[in-house]
């Protein structure tokens, strides 16, 4: 369970997302009716395929739901509040994140999994 949130936290911290494309479409979205309808869509399936995931891991509906709706909200919450934090804080919170996402915490080894991912390549 938490190394699969790890996976799902991990969309959003890796180079393949794109935030600022992501904050320039919500953006865009509160102008144009037909991208706001199109957004919401997408999150939509987003949001459902976060509450398939907890509900397959033994959460309720109505858990599963609110659940995911954490998981997404906060996360693009991180966006749309252009939140300056740097990765490092970032990766400090996962834990806790996980704890509060899933209800289990990540397993030391997971979590190294996880950092050495994400982590920034020294040069």
């Given at each position: ?14 180079g393949a997302f794109d935030a600022r494309l992501e904050f320039a479409v919500r953006s865009w979205a509160l102008q144009d009716g037909k991208v706001g309808t199109r957004v919401a869509a ?82």
């Open positions: 369970m938490a190394e699969g949130m790890l996976n799902v936290l991990a969309c959003f911290l890796s997408a999150d939509e399936t987003r949001l459902s395929a976060l509450r398939g995931m907890l509900a397959r891991w033994g959460h309720g509906e109505q858990e599963a739901d609110v659940r995911a709706r954490t998981i997404y909200l906060t996360q693009i919450g991180y966006i749309s509040m252009r939140a300056q934090e740097g990765l490092e804080t970032r990766l400090a919170r996962i834990p806790t994140y996980v704890e509060i996402y899933t209800g289990q915490a990540a397993e030391p080894r997971e979590l190294a999994r996880f950092n050495a991912r994400l982590a920034p390549v020294p040069r």
